[in-house]
Nanobody, 116 residues
């Protein structure tokens, strides 16, 4: 079965950096686009970034463009989110997402807190 496991979250000061990872299993990872979402306290889930199956194309929400970078390693079945210049409004649980056979799969998420 499809499994997604996020890691790398933590507490960081505003302006700092973190790198999130999402390890995938149970499907042919290299055949599917991958996405990152986030959910801040009291708010709905927000799309953050997308990377195509071979990694040749990426897209970002306006709120993170120029500060976050999505990448993937198909040999390791892992997708990454490098987050630089983190802002307090970036405090959220971050989830990776795969759409396989028209079904959405989610990990349990990793908490990112940007606070001084």
């Amino acid at each position: 079965q499809v499994e997604l496991v996020e890691s790398g979250g933590g507490l960081v000061q505003p302006g700092g950096s973190l790198r999130l990872s999402c390890a995938a299993s149970g499907f042919t990872f290299s055949s599917y686009a991958m996405r990152w979402y986030r959910q801040a306290p009291g708010k709905g889930r927000e799309w953050v970034a997308l990377i195509t199956s071979a990694g040749g194309s990426t897209n970002y929400a306006d709120s993170v463009k120029g500060r976050f970078t999505i990448s993937r390693d198909n040999a390791k079945n892992t997708v990454y989110l490098q987050m630089n210049s983190l802002r307090t409004e970036g405090t959220a649980v971050y989830f990776c997402n795969a759409r396989v056979a028209c079904e959405d799969y989610w990990g349990k998420g990793t908490q990112v807190t940007a606070s001084s």
